[in-house]
């Protein structure tokens, strides 16, 4: 089995001096930056656009994982798979043109996300399986960061695992939501290969042991 990664949200971190919490994630130990943009429609909350990314592109080198929860991405996937995210992901609840959006993506030469939520069925995936880098199975309802892990998300986990298997092998499974020290290794044991964690890391007083921790090494 390949490494878990592990991915700390932006949303929990201090607005004001981004680029610092930026830049600190290599120096604890973090895979990759999770970069959550909100529109306020979709989710009820607003965080951050393109500009935010490409500013913050030149301070990491770190895989950049932009998750959109913003309706109808496919008038902007575009804008910020050029803005400097590695990865693009949207919401199949937002979009009715799920294709064409992953098209939109990969026109850009960056790898190709799809979330979830968790009243979706995992199934509806299924069509589009075979063109996704990423899974992102919400574990929480998306807008806020800090909230509790949705206990059924586990069973989500595995199913989405079973059809990751048969459908995308390529494909990574991201859980995104109420990630935790304590909770991070049932998530894993269930099929998750990457680890969203906001509250889990920046809520911290060492982050570099919360990374560890996640990771599933004391
Ligand atoms: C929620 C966001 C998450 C959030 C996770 O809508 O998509 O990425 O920041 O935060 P925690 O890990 O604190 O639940
Ligand atoms: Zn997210």
Same mark, same amino acid.
């Given at each position: 089995m390949n490494k878990v990664l592990i991915a700390p949200s932006l949303l929990s971190g201090n607005f004001a001096d981004m680029g610092s919490d930026v830049k600190n994630m290599s120096d604890i130990g973090a895979d990759w930056i999770h970069i959550d943009v909100m529109d306020g429609v979709f989710v009820p909350n607003i965080t951050f656009g393109f500009k935010m990314i490409s500013d913050m592109r030149p301070l990491?080198? $770190?895989? =950049?994982?932009a998750h959109l929860m %913003?309706?109808?991405p496919i008038r902007y996937v575009e804008r910020f798979a050029k803005a400097g995210a590695d990865l693009v992901s949207f919401h199949i609840e937002a979009e009715s043109d799920v294709d064409g959006a992953l098209d939109k993506i990969s026109s850009v030469g960056v790898k190709c996300g799809l979330a979830i939520n968790p009243d979706t069925p995992v199934d509806t995936l299924i069509p589009y399986l075979g063109r996704?880098? $990423? %899974?992102v199975l919400m574990s929480v309802y998306p807008g806020f960061g800090g909230q509790k892990f949705i206990g059924g998300s586990l069973?989500? %986990?595995a199913r989405l695992k079973q059809l990751r298997d048969k459908y995308a092998p390529n494909a990574l499974i991201e859980t995104d939501g109420g990630v935790t020290t304590e909770n991070a290794s049932e998530i894993i044991a269930a099929g998750a290969d990457v680890l969203?964690?906001?509250?889990?890391? =920046?809520?911290a007083t060492d982050r570099t042991a919360a990374v560890r921790s $996640?990771?599933?090494r004391a």
């Amino acid at each position: 089995m390949n490494k878990v990664l592990i991915a700390p949200s932006l949303l929990s971190g201090n607005f004001a001096d981004m680029g610092s919490d930026v830049k600190n994630m290599s120096d604890i130990g973090a895979d990759w930056i999770h970069i959550d943009v909100m529109d306020g429609v979709f989710v009820p909350n607003i965080t951050f656009g393109f500009k935010m990314i490409s500013d913050m592109r030149p301070l990491s080198k $770190l895989f =950049f994982d932009a998750h959109l929860m %913003i309706t109808q991405p496919i008038r902007y996937v575009e804008r910020f798979a050029k803005a400097g995210a590695d990865l693009v992901s949207f919401h199949i609840e937002a979009e009715s043109d799920v294709d064409g959006a992953l098209d939109k993506i990969s026109s850009v030469g960056v790898k190709c996300g799809l979330a979830i939520n968790p009243d979706t069925p995992v199934d509806t995936l299924i069509p589009y399986l075979g063109r996704l880098d $990423l %899974i992102v199975l919400m574990s929480v309802y998306p807008g806020f960061g800090g909230q509790k892990f949705i206990g059924g998300s586990l069973d989500r %986990i595995a199913r989405l695992k079973q059809l990751r298997d048969k459908y995308a092998p390529n494909a990574l499974i991201e859980t995104d939501g109420g990630v935790t020290t304590e909770n991070a290794s049932e998530i894993i044991a269930a099929g998750a290969d990457v680890l969203v964690a906001g509250n889990a890391v =920046f809520g911290a007083t060492d982050r570099t042991a919360a990374v560890r921790s $996640l990771r599933g090494r004391a």
